[in-house]
């Protein structure tokens, strides 16, 4: 028996057969017809998409038990018309909730009622909006107390509705960003009293408690001591393409100041509604190519009081605090005991044979996408941008690779996140992925008891640690595996431009171990690699790398760490110098996506 095809267009009807002629309206009609055949299949079935955008009323959600995967050795395909080729149609899979009833004030911002919605982003024509903020911190002299925080300005006072407002901390540790809400504001004619959202207040005051003695400080440091930037009040709102969202008596109202040539009734205005666009279960032999993601909300911070940070996409939402003793002339830091990953507005779990390519996610409001526990998964040619969060998470999973993807202007709400993370996973690839423009790490593989055999291989990293520190390019911590051949491998990478100060290009912490760097570039890092790190790494090799800095402690590491074979470039001339060596030519020439010319 041939493919199975149905189609599907936004000029169709659900209660068509979906034909070519006579396609279905939606990607739920659609499933529902592929669940029906997929018992008895004896070729692919596929279904494909004319150009459109679907505003998704709930998730797809994909699960093997209602008949969702592959069977008898044959696939389900989701894809758009024409893929792969000059005429490949534009797909929009959306979870947004297009906003109407405007009207302009006398101030030129526009207002709009917006009922439960508390969107924390915006689009505007297909371009992304910006939360209003102010990133002067809170104005006067400033007291951290029990409860918040006073100020000898009466400036706050007269921010309307501040039950909305959030503070921004970045780097309250190095390497995490913080974002705390505010309950209240009061005051009187000298001063203002700011008092935070509980529990969350309390809680950061227990996950950020810390002591810092390094370069010879006094161990002093408070991360929450005042806030670096406010978001998401109209007071705000001075600048074009910004947006506020307040309480009315009615529910919310959205607030926006348009740019110069935007009107009320043309300008299309977008606000994500659903926190899961396309969700999985235990789905095989499933292909989805070709489509853009767009428009998912995350209300995590707003339902808890804030996002507390720690590293990664690992954040405190539960639980205890557990005490990090970093060493007497170091200091300690608290983490969080029961860690909470950060979710994703794409999500798989339990997959297996699974393929997602040349799809484009954008726009979304948590991270992009998150393979769980799964096996055979191909993540190929995608492009991720926009993103509130992460744009790849893997976590225990078996046999994914990553692939030729392209990652930039990710982790734009929750700086401490990722491009590609990937935890305690077995024989995971990452390969030829172009990551740049990016606030902390590109490319970080996190150890443990399940983690093995990863191969970070020919990726292309710029541009990385543009906001937040004490990360790099590419980032491993703990063991890898029990020996150098089960290890993770770390080859070919070319890491350019590692931009905030105490940062590494190739940054091995945290107790690694079992992990061979091999022939990678660095260029333009603090320093390309560290070899002092607590608890200390073990069983770690650098070796056939180029870098432009000696590394401190090059010529005394530690026991089983090997340092061997690398070459110092000029700093300032090391573009040509590294094209003048066949091995560092080399390296560039398969560094990042292939199939591109460059």
């Known amino acids: 028996m041939p493919e199975i095809r149905f189609f599907v267009s936004s000029d169709g009807r659900d209660d068509w057969s979906g034909t070519a002629d006579q396609p279905f309206a939606t990607p739920k009609a659609a499933q529902e017809a592929v669940r029906a055949v997929t018992a008895g299949m004896t070729g692919d079935v596929i279904v494909t998409f004319t150009a459109g955008v679907h505003h998704l009323e709930e998730p797809l959600a994909f699960d093997d038990a209602l008949g969702d995967s592959g069977m008898n050795g044959f696939r389900v395909i989701y894809q758009v018309h024409g893929y792969g080729t000059p005429d490949q149609a534009e797909v929009e899979v959306s979870g947004g909730r297009v906003i109407t009833g405007w009207t302009a004030g006398d101030d030129g911002v526009w207002t709009a009622p917006i009922g439960d919605l508390a969107p924390r982003r915006l689009t505007i024509d297909g371009h992304p909006a910006t939360r209003a903020a102010s990133k002067d911190g809170l104005p006067g002299s400033v007291t951290k107390t029990a409860t918040g925080y006073v100020t000898d300005s009466t400036e ?32 009187d004619a000298s001063s203002s009293t700011i008092t935070m959202a509980q529990p969350a207040f309390d809680h950061a005051k227990s996950l950020y408690d810390s002591k810092w003695y390094g370069a010879g400080g006094d161990g002093t440091w408070d991360g929450l001591a005042a806030p670096s930037v406010l978001e998401n009040n109209v007071a705000f709102l001075t600048e074009p393409g910004t947006f506020a969202v307040s309480t009315g008596p009615a529910g919310h109202v959205l607030h926006y100041r348009p740019r110069p040539g935007e009107e009320i009734g043309k300008t299309r205005v977008v606000a994500p509604a659903l926190e899961t666009l396309v969700s999985g279960q235990g789905v095989h032999d499933l292909v989805l190519r070709g489509f853009t993601f767009t428009d998912a909300a995350w209300s995590g911070p707003t339902r808890t009081g804030g996002y507390l940070h720690y590293h990664g996409n690992a954040r405190h939402e539960r639980g205890e605090f557990q005490k990090i003793d970093l060493g007497a002339d170091v200091g300690y830091v608290h983490v969080p005991a029961e860690p909470v990953q950060l979710p994703a507005n794409v999500s798989l779990t339990s997959a297996r044979r699974v393929t997602l390519e040349g799809n484009h996610f954008t726009r979304l409001g948590a991270g992009a996408l998150l393979i769980e526990d799964g096996i055979d998964v191909e993540i190929r040619a995608n492009v991720f941008d926009e993103i509130s969060g992460s744009g790849i998470a893997v976590h225990t999973s078996t ?71 004490d990360g790099g390019g590419i980032y491993l911590s703990a063991p890898q595996g029990s020996s150098f051949a089960g290890g993770a491998m770390v080859r070919g990478n070319v890491i350019r431009d590692v931009l905030t100060s105490y940062n590494f290009g190739l940054y091995a912490d945290y107790g690694a171990a079992w992990i061979t760097v091999l022939g990678n570039i660095v260029h333009r890092a603090d320093t390309p690699i560290v070899l002092q790190v607590g608890p200390p790494m073990e069983n770690v090799a650098f070796i056939g790398n180029f870098w432009d800095v000696l590394p401190d402690g090059y010529d005394t590491p530690p026991e089983t760490v090997t340092v061997a074979g690398n070459t110092l470039l000029p700093k300032e001339s090391f573009d040509e110098a590294i094209k003048a060596v066949p091995a560092g030519a080399d390296i560039l020439a398969r560094a990042g996506r292939r199939g591109l010319r460059r």
């Open 156 to 187: 706050p006072q007269s921010w309307p509705d501040p039950s909305g407002l959030e503070f921004v901390y970045p780097g309250v540790y190095p390497w995490s960003e913080a974002r705390l809400a505010v309950a209240s504001i009061s005051g």
């Open 399 to 469: 046999r994914v690779s990553v692939e030729d993807n392209l990652v930039h202007h990710i982790a734009t709400e929750y700086r401490g996140s990722p491009a590609v993370l990937v935890v305690e996973s077995e024989e995971t690839t990452v390969a030829h992925n172009e990551i740049h423009d990016v606030p902390h790490n590109g490319i970080v593989i996190t150890g443990g008891e399940r983690a093995s055999g990863s191969q970070v291989i020919s990726n292309l990293v710029e541009r990385s640690m543009g906001k937040l520190m």
